[in-house]
């Protein structure tokens, strides 16, 4: 795949998308939320692919909204800035609904929708240097189509401060309030990590995985009522009759490897 603001490289199941604009500090405008989008729609439907890092190249993993992208936006009207806004709310989504596992490698600024592209996906890994921000309020904006992935990340307690003071989230308190899974002391630790995680998911069945993240999104914040547990029971009982688990428990019953572990 060849991209105007993206790197994307395939290999070993496991498929690694840098950010490439690093002069200035792979900020968003139009076209890396498009190419963004059109990225993990394609990684999505490739049955090579288990896993997907998205990391920045150069000092920053995102800086959030390229200004002069957004100045445009400002002098635009209403139904403009709704139809752009709308093209960065489907990229966060496509991202955060992917089948596949998703693994955010933060390192340096992290900042508006650089916190929401973190905040999107499943997993997120930061080296100590790494620094987050709702920065938006300081531009006399809101944290809008970001928020749906920050709050889901941090929960609503944390976001009331951070959405209005807009301070910058060092990674030891990003990791306090459940934003980062991990913090490294450099980017090696960093990418070590990654390596890491990405063995224990391959490990994994790729459909149960899908499953798995699908369970997370029908239970968080539903009522654990009658509706509830037959969801939870239809949910086990499609998987159970499914070929990965038969492949799983047979494999595990006759000590051998189950069929998705190449």
Same mark, same amino acid.
């Given at each position: 795949?060849?991209?105007? !603001? ?6 070993? $199941? ?45 000092? #920053? ?6 200004? %002069? ?18 093209? =960065? ?7 955060? %609904?992917? !089948?596949? +596992? !998703?693994?955010?490698?933060? *390192? ?37 189509? &970001?928020?749906?992935? /920050?709050?889901?990340? &941090? ?8 959405? =209005? ?27 070590? =990590? ?24 029908? /239970?968080?914040?539903?009522? &654990?009522?009658?509706?509830?547990? $037959?969801?939870?029971?239809? *949910? &086990? ?16 019953? #006759?000590? $051998? %490897? +189950? !069929?998705?572990?190449?």
């Amino acid at each position: 795949m060849n991209f105007d !603001t993206l790197e994307c490289t395939i290999h070993d $199941q496991i498929a690694h998308v840098w950010l490439n604009r690093p002069d200035v500090h792979n900020a968003f405008n139009a076209t890396v939320i498009a190419e963004l989008h059109a990225c993990f729609d394609e990684l999505d439907g490739r049955d090579d692919v288990r896993v997907v890092v998205l990391g920045g190249r150069g000092k #920053s993993f995102s800086a959030g909204a390229d200004l %002069t992208w957004m100045k445009q936006m400002g002098e635009a009207d209403f139904n403009t800035n709704s139809q752009d806004a709308l093209k =960065l709310a489907k990229m966060l989504h496509r991202i955060a %609904t992917l !089948t596949k +596992p !998703t693994i955010a490698r933060v *390192h340096g600024a992290a900042l508006g929708g650089g916190m929401g592209l973190a905040s999107a996906c499943d997993i997120c890994v930061a080296s100590s240097a790494a620094k987050f921000a709702t920065s938006e309020v300081r531009l006399g904006l809101s944290p809008s189509t &970001i928020s749906p992935y /920050v709050i889901k990340a &941090i929960g609503a307690r944390q976001a009331g401060r951070y959405f =209005l003071t807009a301070e910058r989230i060092d990674a030891k308190q990003a990791h306090a309030i459940g934003l980062v899974h991990e913090v490294t002391d450099d980017e090696m630790g960093l990418d070590a =990590l990654i390596d890491d995680l990405i063995d224990n998911i391959l490990k994994g069945a790729p459909k149960a995985q899908h499953a798995s993240k699908e369970l997370i999104d029908m /239970v968080a914040h539903a009522d &654990i009522d009658d509706e509830l547990l $037959q969801k939870t029971a239809n *949910h &086990i009982a499609k998987i159970r009759t499914g070929d990965e688990a038969k492949s799983g428990l047979g494999a595990f019953l #006759s000590k $051998q %490897t +189950p !069929t998705w572990i190449k």
